[in-house]
Structure formats: structure tokens, C-alpha cells
């Protein structure tokens, strides 16, 4: 067999006791990513609430591009004119720096976008090329507040937040044009270079902007250089180096302070603090490149979060999301992945303090979740949409994990063994013990309960009765990652063998089995279903490469999970966002396309950190051990990387590694670079005979180890271990893994296949599909057959506080019914409509409507409208056709059963279902689809909040609390009142 890392730093445990950045060039430089058009996606933050994002070749995309600071969208873009005619980006030569944006147009003109670090501003430099005006897209301008020869101040129109911006010019500022979403400034004068600085406050003057510039960049750019250039990472492979040393560029970018300190879960709308996925991203994105500082407030930030309240369901969780406005717990799994990474933080740095600083919070999780979810397997329990599969449709959780998911097993497992660790360290024995005791008992109930009795696959969830759900989920590597959950050998390699084959491609891992009836290939794929339908439902999580990878090599499988990691390295590179990794792709390349789409977030973090948390920990083996003053080096180099080095904390200790591998042997080389007193190197290679060599032994500031390994043998003697290049002897141990356990490994076999036919999610639904040529047909000669006014400003409820939620978008002014010779039209009137643009081609969003029709039929009516409104009709306004209208519009029987539906499309947006500039909602319908109407009909209009629980299409009524929050309304008196903010009944 061959050892996992956990059993080869325990077996050590018992042994006594390409690319050349080593110069003093800018790696941030070197590493520039040339883009040609169509473009890519760039972004940049602030390091503190602000980021910038757009299109390197052409004008924003979408509503979430842009600059953004404090969650508060500023504009979309800008566009810059030259000598009075606008710069052509499509033209441009782009290249993108972790710190900057640099376009080069055909003639010689430049521009540079900067946003610098810590600060509200946003620099523009345009370099020969005469500026005459530039124009701000997506802005929302009230009115201007001063105004000086080379400087402008604005007041900005935020939905429920006012604001000011300032622009500030080396050239003097001619004229200014304010219009609905944008802003022209024109500029005088002839000059071949101009600055520029935007600022969210009064700004400053013209001739202190070039100063504050080049010190913004020179900041920026020098902060970046030093992170990387600490890592000192050199490999034979220059893309692999130039992609790591990116992704650490990246990730760090999502380092932030707004408020405190934390980690952006994604860009550009995760731009918020999450637990779950900051405590997976904390190794990545702060352990392996020493970032101690950082690790350490992020997680006293969060412990400081703890809920406790032990009256409150969450009492003991670490928060799941903490933003500027709310702090939300609804998650299992963050607190198991804060304990693990504190204890993990403990194990790089060596911090005591911050194990003592954060005990109380460690024991408190434990005994919370121990006495109040724990059940009489020792399983922690749950509902089902706690864990990272947590998306949430109109009828409830898309992917049922309740309530005991096999991941959130395994995090409970490691928590309990974690809290063992640091009760011991704080002599606390009660908790230690109890907490083993407790581990005992989950391990010696897991393989009963969780592995099928083929011993070929663990059971993503146990359901509340018992019974074992057999769906083939990622979540499983969790538990193989666990080695000491599942200890025979063989089973695991079983598990592996049977996730390969349904989960694995070779560009990434399906959320759920391709042979499951409910798997979705596609992420935005209407009209066949919502996007949240496909969320955790078959589509790949950029990040689930991350365990599966950890699984591969910890069985010497190296090989096959680096051709998961060069996916993900040529994305960084070439594909999407520049220098980043996205946070989703579809499963499957669509008819016609020979690669499979990116979506979701264009940069997430722990796509980033799982990437960069590969590359360290089990690529290079590096595992270190602060506390005991020890470095594991464990690696499993793919066979194309012939030669790697790199720099490596241990607490306040730093050394420098380098491997080497030929067809004649395998090297380790280890140099102090600052060591006080000396430090035990503790190093396994296996070798391509399958043999495993250890060695373990101290070194000073003043030696060097080097470690010698023959590609072939199999003699236990056949190492060499040196100091200073002299022959010395080591403590050592060696193994040689069967041969017949070859067979095994071959078995483990990426998935090589086609989109499988006959899908379930991706056939039509059985009703018509309404197109835009249907809803937005016109006709002369109509007549108006129902019409009525609505009381103004009459909802009864408070909005809620985020500022999309504008005032008046709940509020119906008029509604009208025309007849045509086939068709009904439907006319809205609100007294405001909002696009956040989310979803442009919708034309408006978070306004939700229900149009309860009672047509001349007269049999099959209800008074229920359902869709979390809440609401019930009184007896005479029962209906039999239901519209509702939100992300499209779907028309149902009182049945509930859908007869038809308009799911707009990205093309929609020249003619879309609502216009906020008429703040209507227009449409026409089959009158087939409807019944037969007249001017008696009785028709009831319902308004709400939309929530498509961020996956898109109709949605249903948002809830409504007693005190309103960011994203819910307050007001009701009673809990059980309804959802509804205003209604227009007609007849």
C-alpha cells in the first residue's frame, strides 16, 4: 500500500527526534497577460471596499462591471475621446497587470487604469493622445456641488444612499453634459498626456493628483512584487509559474478591509464576507505564503461573530455571511472549517496567544453543537440547505442534503479532533475527552451508516428516517480525505475508482453524478429551468478540484490529478477573467462549441485558494509542523516538472527547497535562509519503483540538507542524506509498495466522455414557450376592455434597506387589459421600476407581481395565490388564471399547473418585458392561453418583493419581518401576515 500524508508525518513522527525571478526585476511585470480581442474580463480592488472590473476590448457587459465601493455600484464604465472621436477599444493592444490596465491604440496612444490601494479614487492616464472628453456610463448624477477650472464636483443619485464624486483633470475642464445614466466631461486645451482622478470625496487639486499618483502606483505595484517575490518560486515550467504566482496575486486582491478584515468570497457580487468559503480559501490565500498576519484577524474577526445566544437555533455557529449590513448563520459548515484552519493556523505559525484568544469560542462551538445537533451516532445533524449545497428555489432547497450530509460528517470529525488538540494545549482534559469520546463514536457508526455495502461508494446523506441517499456528490472526497474515518486501504481506492467514473472530467468535477436523473450540464440554460436548478446539480465547482486532487495524490495518482490542475492553469492564463479562476463551468461544451463556458463569478476565492493550496501542500508536499520546530516535505511531483524551488515559512523560521527529478534520481535540497537555533527537515520520496525512502534530521542556520534518492532502487540503503555536501547520517525508514497493488491504481481513471444523451432537465416542457416576437407584438385597432388606477404610495410595508430596493418599485399605479383579434394586452404602470442590472434582458428586477384573473369560465377557481405571498382572496375574487410576473412571466391554472411561459433571453434586452423609463411592464398574450375576458372579468393585482433566491427566473413574494433587514422587508404586526406591499382590485 502506499502511506497517506497523514500516516507518513505520523510515521515521521516516530523517527527519532522555468522561470527566473531571483533577480531584482518586477515579477509583476513579468507576468503581464497580453490580451487580444474579443478581450477578457480584468478587475482590480482596493484592498480595503472598493473594485474595478470591465472588458479589456470593448464597453461593460453587465450591470455588475464597473467600480464598486462599500456594495455601492458608482458607474459601468467610461469612454474616452481623442481629438473629439472616441477611442476604439476593439483596436486596442490590452495588457493586464496584477496592478494596472494598459491599452495601446493603433497610432500611439495609451491609457492606463489604476485603482489604487486604500483609497476611494480611481486614476485614468492617457498618454500621447490629445483628451477632449470622457464619458461616465452607468452613472447616476442629482446635481453638481462645485465646479473649478480643473476640478468638478458631483452629487450622486444612489437608490437610498446619496453620494458625491469628484473628477480632477491636468487639463481644464471645458463643459459637462448630465444625462439619465451618464456623464460627459469635455476637456480644452492641446497636450499629448493628462491625468485624471476620480474620487468619491471633494478630490484634490489638479497640480497634487500627478504626485498622489505615481506614489498609488509605485505602492501598489511594490506591495504586489514583495508578496510574490517572497515565494521565490522557480520551475522548468514557466506557464505553471507565471499562473501560481497570478493566482496568489488574485487571491490576495480578495483580501480586504471593509469594516474588518476578511476575504471577498468572489467578483464581482460576492463582494461580502463568507465564512464557509473564507475558512476553505484561508490556507491558499495566507498559510502557504507566510501571510500569518492576515490568517490571524481573519479568524479572530469571525470568532468575534460567534452567536451566543442560547436562545437562538445558530447559538455557538460561526456566521455564514457577514456584510455591511447583517450578519446571517444559516450554515452547518462554518464553524467545523473555522476550528480546522484555526488549529491549521496554529500548526504554520506556532501562535499560542491565538489559540488562547480563541478557546473560548472553540469550546463553545464543540459543546453547542455536541448537546443540541448531535445525534446517538455522534453524527452532527442539519437541514437541508446548511451545507455548501445551499441554493434555494420558490419550492424550496434545489439539492437536498439534510440531515446528516456526509461532508459536514467529515468536517465534524476533524473539528472534534482539532478541539482534542487545542483543549490539550489549554489544559482543559473535560472538553478534550469529551470531544474524543465523541470522535470515537462517529468513526466507529460512519462506515456502517455511510459506505454502501459493496464498500464502493459513501451515501452523500443520511436522511431524517434513516435512510442512506445514493446520489453521487463530490462531497465524498471529504470523508476519503479523512484517512483515518475509512481506514482499509482497498475500500478507499474502491470509493475513488466508482467517484472517478461519475464525477470527474478531465476539466473538472460534476456537482452531481452524469448518470443521475437530476443532472443539469448547462448553467444559464432557459427556458428549460432556472440557473439555481443547475447550482449544485451537475454543473463544475471550480473548487471541488481542490479534495479530489488532495485525494489523487495522497495514493502516489499524481499524474492523473495534474491534468485537472493544467485545466485550471490554462484558464488562469488564457480563458476568462485575466490571471484568475472563475467560480463555475458547465459540465459539458455546448452543440457547436469545442470548450466548455465559464460562469458565475469571474474570480472566486477559493477556486483561487484550492489551486494555490494544491500546488503547496500536495504537489509539493510541504506540511509545516511549527510548534514542534519541524518541516514536512512530502512531495508528489507530476512527472512533467522535472525541477521546482521555493521559499517555505515555519513559523519564524524560513527556509529555501528545491526538488530535482530525473530519469536517475530524486533530489531535496533544503538551504536556511533564517533559522534560529535549527529546525528538524523531515522529507519522503517515492521513487518511480514505488519504493518510499524517510529520512528526518535537524539542520542549523549554517547547513544545508540535500536528500538522494535513485529513480529505481528498491535497497532501503539506497539514499544519500548530506549536510554542506558531506555524508551524514539520518534517522530513516523505508517502504516498498507491492507490485500487485498496481492494479489497483490503474483503476483510477479520469472520465472521458460526450454529453450523454436523453437528459431529463434538458428536454422541452410540455407548454408552450413564449418568445419576445410573441409578448411584444403590436396591433392596431385594440380596445381597452379593463382599466383601473391604483391609490398612489399606498404599500404597506417598509422596503428593504438595499439600495435596489427603490422606492416605488412595490407600488402599482395603473393596470389595463386591451383585446385584440387574438391576443390580450397587458399594460402596468408602477410608479418606479429598477434594473440593477443583474439581468438587463428582464428590463427591471425585485418587483414581483401576480395578476389573479377570473376569466368567463365558471368552474375551477381558487382563492390561494400561493408563491410565499401568503395572501388569500376573499370567496368572490377566486381566479382561474394566475400571471406572474417577475424574471419573465408564467401563466397558471389554480391548479398551480404552468400552461405557459416567456423566459427572457440575453437578445431581449432591445425590447424588454419593462422599461424604467416608462416604469412599465408591458406584454401580450394568446388569448387561447387566458379565456375569454370582458369588461365585468374580475382581476386582482398583487405587488411584492421579488426573490429568485439569486438563481434567476420568476422568483416568488419576498418575506416581510417585523424590523426590516437588507434584503427583507419589515412592517408586519402578526408573523403569519402576508407578503404582499399593495393591491389593485378590479371588478
Same mark, same amino acid.
Given at each position: 500500500?502506499?502511506?497517506?500524508?497523514?500516516?507518513?508525518?505520523?510515521?515521521?513522527?516516530?523517527?527519532?527526534g522555468?522561470c527566473?525571478?531571483?533577480?531584482?526585476?518586477?515579477?509583476?511585470d513579468d507576468?503581464?497577460?497580453?490580451v487580444s480581442a474579443?478581450?477578457?474580463?480584468?478587475?482590480?480592488t482596493?484592498?480595503?471596499?472598493?473594485? %474595478?472590473?470591465?472588458?479589456t476590448?470593448s464597453?461593460?457587459?453587465?450591470?455588475?462591471?464597473?467600480?464598486?465601493?462599500?456594495?455601492?455600484?458608482?458607474?459601468?464604465?467610461?469612454?474616452i475621446?481623442?481629438?473629439?472621436?472616441?477611442?476604439?477599444?476593439?483596436?486596442?493592444?490590452a495588457t493586464?497587470y496584477?496592478?494596472?490596465l494598459y491599452?495601446?491604440?493603433?497610432?500611439?496612444?495609451?491609457?492606463?487604469?489604476?485603482?489604487?490601494?486604500?483609497?476611494?479614487?480611481?486614476?485614468l492616464?492617457?498618454?500621447?493622445?490629445?483628451?477632449?472628453?470622457?464619458?461616465?456610463?452607468?452613472i447616476?448624477?442629482?446635481s453638481?456641488?462645485?465646479?473649478?477650472d480643473?476640478?468638478?464636483?458631483?452629487?450622486?443619485?444612489?437608490?437610498?444612499?446619496d453620494s458625491?464624486?469628484?473628477?480632477?483633470?491636468?487639463?481644464?475642464?471645458n463643459s459637462?453634459?448630465?444625462?439619465?445614466?451618464?456623464?460627459?466631461?469635455?476637456?480644452?486645451?492641446?497636450?499629448?498626456?493628462?491625468?485624471?482622478?476620480?474620487?468619491?470625496?471633494?478630490?484634490?487639486g489638479?497640480s497634487?493628483?500627478?504626485?498622489s499618483?505615481?506614489?498609488?502606483?509605485?505602492a501598489?505595484?511594490?506591495?504586489?512584487n514583495?508578496?510574490?517575490?517572497?515565494?521565490? +518560486?522557480?520551475t522548468?515550467?514557466?506557464? +505553471?509559474?507565471?499562473?501560481?504566482?497570478?493566482?496568489?496575486?488574485s +487571491?490576495?486582491?480578495?483580501?480586504?478591509?471593509?469594516?474588518?478584515t476578511?476575504?471577498?468570497?468572489?467578483?464581482p457580487?460576492?463582494n461580502?464576507?463568507?465564512?464557509?468559503?473564507?475558512f476553505?480559501?484561508?490556507p491558499?490565500?495566507?498559510?502557504?505564503?507566510?501571510?500569518?498576519?492576515?490568517a490571524?484577524e481573519?479568524l479572530l474577526?469571525?470568532?468575534?461573530?460567534q452567536?451566543?445566544?442560547?436562545?437562538?437555533?445558530?447559538?455557538?455557529?460561526?456566521?455564514n455571511?457577514?456584510?455591511?449590513n447583517?450578519?446571517?448563520?444559516?450554515?452547518?459548515?462554518?464553524?467545523?472549517?473555522?476550528?480546522?484552519?484555526?488549529?491549521?493556523?496554529?500548526?504554520?505559525?506556532?501562535d499560542?496567544?491565538?489559540?488562547?484568544?480563541?478557546?473560548?469560542?472553540?469550546?463553545?462551538?464543540?459543546?453547542?453543537?455536541?448537546?443540541?445537533?448531535?445525534?446517538?451516532?455522534?453524527?452532527?445533524?442539519?437541514?437541508?440547505?446548511?451545507?455548501?449545497?445551499?441554493?434555494?428555489?420558490?419550492?424550496?432547497p434545489?439539492?437536498?442534503?439534510?440531515?446528516?450530509?456526509?461532508?459536514?460528517?467529515?468536517?465534524?470529525?476533524?473539528?472534534?479532533?482539532?478541539?482534542?488538540?487545542?483543549?490539550?494545549?489549554?489544559?482543559?482534559p473535560?472538553?478534550?475527552?469529551?470531544?474524543?469520546?465523541?470522535?470515537v463514536?462517529?468513526?466507529?457508526?460512519?462506515?456502517?451508516?455511510?459506505?454502501?455495502?459493496a464498500?464502493?461508494?459513501?451515501?452523500?446523506?443520511?436522511?431524517?428516517?434513516?435512510?442512506?441517499?445514493?446520489?453521487?456528490?463530490?462531497?465524498?472526497?471529504?470523508?476519503?480525505n479523512?484517512?483515518?474515518?475509512?481506514?482499509?486501504?482497498?475500500?478507499?481506492?474502491n470509493?475513488?475508482?466508482?467517484?472517478?467514473?461519475?464525477?470527474?472530467?478531465?476539466y473538472?468535477?460534476?456537482?452531481?453524478?452524469?448518470?443521475?436523473?437530476?443532472?443539469?450540464?448547462?448553467?444559464?440554460?432557459p427556458?428549460?429551468?432556472?440557473?439555481?436548478?443547475?447550482?449544485?446539480?451537475?454543473?463544475?465547482?471550480?473548487?471541488n478540484?481542490?479534495?479530489?486532487v488532495?485525494?489523487?495524490?495522497?495514493f502516489?495518482?499524481?499524474?492523473?490529478?495534474?491534468v485537472l490542475?493544467?485545466?485550471?492553469?490554462?484558464?488562469?492564463?488564457?480563458?476568462?477573467?485575466?490571471?484568475?479562476?472563475?467560480?463555475?463551468s458547465?459540465?459539458?461544451?455546448r452543440?457547436?462549441e469545442?470548450?466548455?463556458?465559464?460562469?458565475?463569478?469571474?474570480?472566486?476565492?477559493w477556486?483561487?485558494?484550492e489551486?494555490?493550496?494544491?500546488?503547496?501542500?500536495?504537489?509539493?508536499g510541504?506540511?509545516?509542523?511549527?510548534?514542534?520546530?519541524?518541516? %514536512?516535505?512530502?512531495?508528489?511531483?507530476?512527472?512533467?516538472?522535472?525541477?521546482?524551488?521555493?521559499n517555505?515559512?515555519?513559523?519564524?523560521?524560513k527556509?529555501?527547497?528545491?526538488?530535482?527529478?530525473?530519469?536517475?534520481k530524486?533530489?531535496?535540497?533544503?538551504d536556511?535562509?533564517?533559522?534560529?537555533?535549527?529546525?528538524?527537515?523531515?522529507?519522503?520520496l517515492?521513487?518511480?519503483?514505488?519504493?518510499?525512502?524517510?529520512m528526518?534530521?535537524?539542520?542549523?542556520?549554517?547547513?544545508?540538507l540535500?536528500?538522494?534518492?535513485?529513480?529505481?532502487?528498491?535497497?532501503?540503503a539506497?539514499?544519500r542524506?548530506?549536510?554542506?555536501?558531506?555524508?551524514?547520517?539520518?534517522?530513516?525508514?523505508?517502504?516498498l509498495?507491492?507490485?500487485s497493488?498496481?492494479?489497483l491504481?490503474?483503476?483510477?481513471?479520469?472520465?472521458?466522455?460526450?454529453l450523454?444523451?436523453?437528459?431529463?432537465?434538458?428536454?422541452?416542457?410540455?407548454?408552450?414557450?413564449?418568445?419576445?416576437n410573441?409578448?411584444?407584438?403590436?396591433?392596431?385597432?385594440?380596445?381597452?376592455?379593463?382599466?383601473?388606477?391604483?391609490?398612489?404610495?399606498?404599500?404597506?410595508?417598509?422596503?428593504?434597506?438595499?439600495?435596489?430596493?427603490?422606492?416605488?418599485?412595490?407600488?402599482?399605479?395603473?393596470?389595463?387589459?386591451?383585446?385584440?383579434?387574438?391576443?390580450?394586452?397587458?399594460?402596468?404602470?408602477?410608479?418606479?421600476l429598477n434594473?440593477?442590472g443583474?439581468?438587463?434582458?428582464?428590463?427591471?428586477?425585485?418587483?414581483?407581481?401576480?395578476?389573479?384573473?377570473?376569466?368567463?369560465?365558471?368552474?375551477?377557481?381558487t382563492?390561494?395565490?400561493?408563491?410565499?405571498?401568503?395572501?388569500q +382572496?376573499?370567496?368572490?375574487?377566486?381566479?382561474?388564471?394566475?400571471?406572474?410576473?417577475g424574471?419573465?412571466?408564467e401563466?397558471?391554472?389554480?391548479?398551480?399547473?404552468?400552461?405557459?411561459?416567456?423566459i427572457?433571453?440575453?437578445?431581449?434586452?432591445?425590447?424588454?418585458?419593462?422599461?424604467?423609463?416608462?416604469k412599465t411592464i408591458?406584454?401580450?398574450v394568446?388569448?387561447?392561453?387566458?379565456?375569454?375576458?370582458?369588461?365585468?372579468?374580475?382581476?386582482?393585482?398583487?405587488?411584492?418583493?421579488q426573490?429568485?433566491?439569486?438563481?434567476?427566473?420568476?422568483?416568488?413574494?419576498?418575506?416581510?419581518?417585523k424590523?426590516?433587514?437588507?434584503?427583507?422587508?419589515?412592517?408586519?404586526?402578526?408573523?403569519?401576515?402576508?407578503?404582499?406591499?399593495?393591491?389593485l382590485?378590479?371588478?
Open positions: 500500500m502506499r502511506f497517506s500524508k497523514t500516516a507518513l508525518v505520523f510515521m515521521f513522527m516516530l523517527v527519532i522555468g527566473n525571478f531571483s533577480d531584482a526585476k518586477f515579477i509583476v507576468i503581464a497577460i497580453n474579443p478581450g477578457r474580463i480584468f478587475s482590480f482596493n484592498k480595503s471596499a472598493g473594485q %474595478y472590473s470591465g472588458q476590448h464597453r461593460f457587459k453587465n450591470g455588475w462591471e464597473g467600480w464598486i465601493s462599500w456594495e455601492q455600484k458608482i458607474f459601468n464604465d467610461y469612454a475621446s481623442l481629438d473629439n472621436s472616441e477611442s476604439d477599444r476593439a483596436s486596442a493592444k493586464v496584477p496592478y494596472k491599452r495601446e491604440y493603433p497610432g500611439g496612444a495609451a491609457e492606463t487604469l489604476l485603482l489604487p490601494d486604500n483609497k476611494d479614487d480611481l486614476y492616464e492617457i498618454q500621447n493622445g490629445n483628451l477632449t472628453s470622457i464619458e461616465l456610463l452607468g447616476k448624477v442629482s453638481v456641488l462645485s465646479k473649478s480643473n476640478r468638478v464636483t458631483f452629487s450622486l443619485a444612489s437608490p437610498g444612499k458625491l464624486i469628484t473628477i480632477s483633470s491636468e487639463k481644464k475642464i459637462f453634459n448630465i444625462q439619465p445614466d451618464k456623464l460627459k466631461i469635455t476637456f480644452s486645451g492641446e497636450t499629448d498626456n493628462t491625468l485624471i482622478m476620480l474620487s468619491l470625496s471633494r478630490g484634490e489638479s497634487a493628483i500627478r504626485d499618483y505615481e506614489i498609488a502606483m509605485n501598489k505595484r511594490g506591495r504586489i514583495s508578496l510574490l517575490t517572497e515565494l521565490g +518560486l522557480e522548468d515550467n514557466p506557464e +505553471l509559474t507565471k499562473a501560481v504566482l497570478w493566482a496568489v496575486a +487571491l490576495d486582491a480578495l483580501i480586504t478591509r471593509q469594516q474588518v476578511g476575504i471577498f468570497a468572489g467578483l457580487w460576492f461580502n464576507y463568507w465564512g464557509r468559503d473564507t476553505i480559501s484561508i491558499g490565500a495566507t498559510f502557504v505564503s507566510g501571510n500569518f498576519k492576515d490571524r481573519i474577526n469571525f470568532a468575534s461573530y452567536n451566543t445566544d442560547p436562545d437562538s437555533r445558530y447559538y455557538g455557529r460561526i456566521p455571511r457577514i456584510t455591511l447583517e450578519t446571517i448563520y444559516n450554515t452547518v459548515d462554518g464553524t467545523p472549517w473555522f476550528v480546522i484552519q484555526a488549529y491549521n493556523y496554529y500548526k504554520y505559525s506556532g499560542l496567544d491565538f489559540l488562547r484568544r480563541i478557546y473560548p469560542q472553540v469550546k463553545l462551538a464543540f459543546t453547542s453543537f455536541a448537546s443540541l445537533h448531535t445525534d446517538g451516532n455522534g453524527f452532527l445533524t442539519h437541514e437541508d440547505a446548511e451545507t455548501w449545497m445551499d441554493a434555494v428555489g420558490p419550492k424550496g434545489w439539492s437536498l442534503r439534510g440531515n446528516r450530509a456526509v461532508d459536514i460528517q467529515a468536517l465534524w470529525y476533524r473539528q472534534l479532533l482539532s478541539t482534542v488538540n487545542i483543549a490539550d494545549l489549554m489544559n482543559d473535560l472538553i478534550s475527552a469529551q470531544a474524543a469520546s465523541l470522535a463514536k462517529l468513526k466507529e457508526n460512519f462506515a456502517k451508516f455511510f459506505i454502501n455495502p464498500g464502493t461508494m459513501i451515501y452523500d446523506r443520511l436522511k431524517k428516517d434513516g435512510s442512506p441517499d445514493p446520489s453521487i456528490r463530490p462531497n465524498l472526497f471529504f470523508a476519503l479523512e484517512s483515518s474515518l475509512i481506514d482499509d486501504f482497498r475500500s478507499r481506492l470509493i475513488i475508482e466508482t467517484a472517478m467514473q461519475n464525477l470527474v472530467l478531465p473538472g468535477v460534476l456537482s452531481l453524478s452524469h448518470k443521475d436523473e437530476n443532472f443539469h450540464p448547462f448553467h444559464e440554460y427556458p428549460y429551468y432556472p440557473k439555481d436548478a443547475a447550482y449544485h446539480n451537475g454543473i463544475i465547482w471550480q473548487w478540484t481542490g479534495p479530489v488532495q485525494a489523487l495524490c495522497s502516489g495518482l499524481q499524474d492523473t490529478a495534474w490542475t493544467s485545466e485550471i492553469t490554462k484558464q488562469l492564463l488564457t480563458r476568462g477573467a485575466a490571471g484568475t479562476i472563475a467560480e463555475l458547465e459540465a459539458f461544451p452543440a457547436g469545442t470548450e466548455i463556458r465559464l460562469s458565475g463569478t469571474f474570480s472566486q476565492a477556486s483561487l485558494a489551486y494555490i493550496r494544491n500546488f503547496y501542500q500536495d504537489y509539493l510541504v506540511s509545516p509542523d511549527a510548534p514542534n520546530n519541524v518541516l %514536512y516535505l512530502i512531495p508528489y511531483l507530476p512527472s512533467s516538472l522535472k525541477e521546482i524551488s521555493f517555505q515559512k515555519v513559523g519564524a523560521n527556509v529555501r527547497v528545491r526538488y530535482k527529478s530525473d530519469d536517475k530524486f533530489s531535496v535540497e533544503v536556511p535562509l533564517s533559522i534560529k537555533n535549527s529546525i528538524d527537515i523531515a522529507i519522503s517515492i521513487n518511480k519503483a514505488g519504493a518510499n525512502y524517510l528526518r534530521t535537524a539542520i542549523t542556520e549554517q547547513e544545508k540535500s536528500f538522494e534518492v535513485p529513480a529505481y532502487a528498491t535497497d532501503s539506497a539514499f542524506a548530506m549536510k554542506n555536501d558531506k555524508p551524514v547520517e539520518v534517522a530513516s525508514q523505508f517502504y509498495d507491492p507490485v497493488n498496481k492494479n491504481y490503474d483503476k483510477i481513471q479520469i472520465s472521458r466522455l460526450d450523454p444523451q436523453g437528459i431529463k432537465s434538458i428536454r422541452p416542457p410540455d407548454y408552450p414557450v413564449l418568445n419576445l410573441d409578448i411584444k407584438k403590436t396591433e392596431k385597432g385594440t380596445r381597452v376592455i379593463i382599466s383601473a388606477a391604483d391609490k398612489p404610495e399606498d404599500e404597506k410595508y417598509e422596503y428593504p434597506a438595499n439600495q435596489n430596493f427603490a422606492d416605488g418599485i412595490l407600488d402599482i399605479e395603473r393596470f389595463e387589459i386591451s383585446e385584440g383579434k387574438e391576443d390580450y394586452y397587458f399594460r402596468i404602470k408602477m410608479r418606479n434594473d440593477p443583474w439581468h438587463p434582458e428582464y428590463g427591471f428586477q425585485l418587483t414581483l407581481l401576480a395578476v389573479c384573473i377570473a376569466t368567463d369560465a365558471t368552474s375551477g377557481r382563492d390561494i395565490i400561493g408563491e410565499n405571498s401568503g395572501y +382572496l376573499s370567496g368572490k375574487r377566486k381566479f382561474d388564471r394566475k400571471i406572474m410576473i424574471g419573465g412571466f401563466i397558471k391554472d389554480a391548479s398551480g399547473k404552468i400552461i405557459a411561459s416567456y427572457p433571453q440575453p437578445g431581449d434586452i432591445r425590447n424588454p418585458l419593462g422599461s424604467t423609463k416608462e408591458s406584454f401580450a394568446p388569448k387561447k392561453l387566458i379565456g375569454k375576458l370582458s369588461t365585468g372579468s374580475v382581476v386582482t393585482i398583487l405587488s411584492g418583493a426573490d429568485d433566491h439569486g438563481g434567476a427566473g420568476i422568483g416568488e413574494f419576498r418575506l416581510v419581518n424590523n426590516r433587514s437588507e434584503w427583507n422587508g419589515g412592517g408586519k404586526k402578526t408573523q403569519d401576515a402576508d407578503n404582499i406591499y399593495d393591491i382590485e378590479i371588478n
